[in-house]
């Protein structure tokens, strides 16, 4: 006797079935119940719009003939996926045996898959089963992202928030349990760097979670679309990204820069650009020896341009080079207290992917690092 692993999640599946054709849409609705499945139908694309609008919840996936009246199936695919609340639904469409032009369309459209007609009852629950299947391990994937970005965003605000949130109540304390008059100039300016350092980085640490939050939502990518514009001075970028990166870490510092002539126009959003490479900057200041200098640069080749940042410093072990762009990973975290949260790196990841560009690093322990955003010209 052949044994079938129950659809335990699957059979309470809810599937929204459109076809135009009254017979094949009682049908497919008859073989779904029969195992399991709750069934919602619609004769016509424009139906099955109004069905997913108002009801109260979206259905678990979506098959579709592609030719119908009113709205066929092609346009009912494009409005499922500008909604984003309808977004992963998986959506198979039902089409005549050699409509390759019709697939082909789905396709650019991310349809998931394909029965043709006519076809048998296996074949649907097969079809069927497979997608849900595969949207439930990509669900299960996703909510286990969440839950470590979660985990980890508490471990930071635990450690890393508390940090400067202590500077700013102790200096507070400090200015308000003493008698003004008891204070002398030197004492109230230390007290209120104090508190503005402290407030400093508390700010900085937000702007940075803000930001990966919007990058992991795919807001980043929105604002970035309209907010590209073309590039022509990437010294200028340069410069304000070391004077951005000394003003957040409050210390002297000097940095040189080393700009080739004639550099291509690139087009970028100037904005996250800069705050990709202050984030480089900020980093080797921190790693590297008060007295070393920190030059940044730009050159280009036929293809890209190439923005970089190098320090003398501490540098980064080999086997530890591939980890570092992971959101909160920390290098030599048990000898330098002073990192941040660990979000820097994975901002610029972030960011250079945004531009459809790559990040690269050259590192030598004891000798220092060399990061390069490579980005596309033209």
Request: charged share 25%; glycine share 6%.
């Given at each position: 006797m052949l044994y079938?692993?129950?659809?335990?999640?699957?059979?309470?599946?809810?599937?929204?079935?459109?076809?135009?054709?009254?017979?094949?849409?009682?049908?497919?609705?008859?073989?779904?119940?029969?195992?399991?499945?709750?069934?919602?139908?619609?004769?016509?694309?424009?139906?099955?719009?109004?069905?997913?609008?108002?009801?109260?919840?979206?259905?678990?996936l979506i098959i579709s003939d592609i030719m119908m009246p009113n709205m066929d199936g092609i346009e009912l695919l494009k409005a499922v996926r500008k909604e984003p609340r309808w977004l992963m639904i998986p959506f198979i469409y039902l089409t005549a045996k050699g409509d390759k032009t019709d697939m082909q369309r789905g396709k650019r459209l991310g349809v998931d898959d394909y029965l043709i007609k006519p076809f048998e009852a296996e074949d649907l629950l097969i079809a069927v089963e497979s997608r849900l299947r595969?949207?439930?391990?990509?669900?299960?994937?996703?909510?286990?992202?969440?839950?470590?970005?979660?985990?980890?965003i508490l471990t930071i605000l635990n450690h890393e928030f508390r940090t400067p949130l202590t500077f700013i109540v102790a200096y507070a304390d400090m200015l308000t349990n003493h008698n003004a008059n008891e204070l002398s100039d030197q004492d109230l300016l230390a007290f209120l760097k104090g508190v503005k350092s402290g407030a400093t980085r508390l700010r900085y640490l937000i702007e940075n979670f803000i930001l990966l939050v919007e990058l992991e939502t795919g807001d980043?990518?929105?604002?970035?679309?309209?907010?590209?514009?073309?590039?022509?001075?990437?010294?200028?970028?340069?410069?304000?990204?070391?004077?951005?990166?000394?003003?957040?870490?409050?210390?002297?510092?000097?940095?040189?820069?080393?700009?080739?002539?004639?550099?291509?126009?690139?087009?970028?959003?100037?904005?996250?650009?800069?705050?990709?490479?202050?984030?480089?900057?900020?980093?080797?200041?921190?790693?590297?020896?008060?007295?070393?200098?920190?030059?940044?640069?730009?050159?280009?080749?036929?293809?890209?341009?190439?923005?970089?940042?190098?320090?003398?410093?501490?540098?980064?072990?080999?086997?530890?080079?591939?980890?570092?762009?992971?959101?909160?990973?920390?290098?030599?975290?048990?000898?330098?207290?002073?990192?941040?949260?660990?979000?820097?790196?994975?901002?610029?990841?972030?960011i250079t992917r945004l531009h459809g560009g790559r990040i690269s690093v050259q590192s030598e322990v004891n000798y220092g690092s060399i990061f390069t955003i490579s980005l596309p010209v033209g």
């Open positions: 079938q692993e129950p659809r335990s999640t699957m059979s309470r599946a809810t599937i929204l079935v459109v076809e135009d054709d009254p017979n094949l849409l009682e049908g497919i609705r008859t073989i779904l119940e029969l195992d399991g499945y709750e069934t919602i139908t619609a004769e016509n694309g424009q139906q099955a719009l109004e069905l997913l609008h108002y009801n109260g919840s979206h259905p678990d595969r949207h439930e391990a990509l669900n299960a994937i996703h909510e286990q992202r969440v839950a470590n970005l979660k985990r980890n980043a990518a929105r604002t970035f679309e309209w907010r590209r514009m073309p590039i022509y001075d990437a010294g200028e970028l340069l410069a304000e990204a070391a004077n951005r990166a000394l003003m957040s870490i409050e210390t002297e510092r000097f940095f040189t820069l080393n700009i080739s002539p004639n550099l291509p126009l690139f087009v970028a959003d100037r904005e996250y650009l800069i705050i990709a490479l202050t984030q480089l900057v900020v980093n080797a200041f921190k790693f590297s020896p008060p007295d070393s200098p920190v030059i940044l640069g730009a050159n280009a080749d036929r293809d890209e341009i190439h923005l970089w940042v190098q320090d003398f410093g501490l540098g980064i072990p080999e086997h530890e080079l591939e980890a570092i762009w992971q959101l909160f990973y920390q290098v030599h975290r048990e000898h330098d207290q002073d990192q941040g949260a660990g979000s820097g790196l994975a901002i610029v990841h972030g």
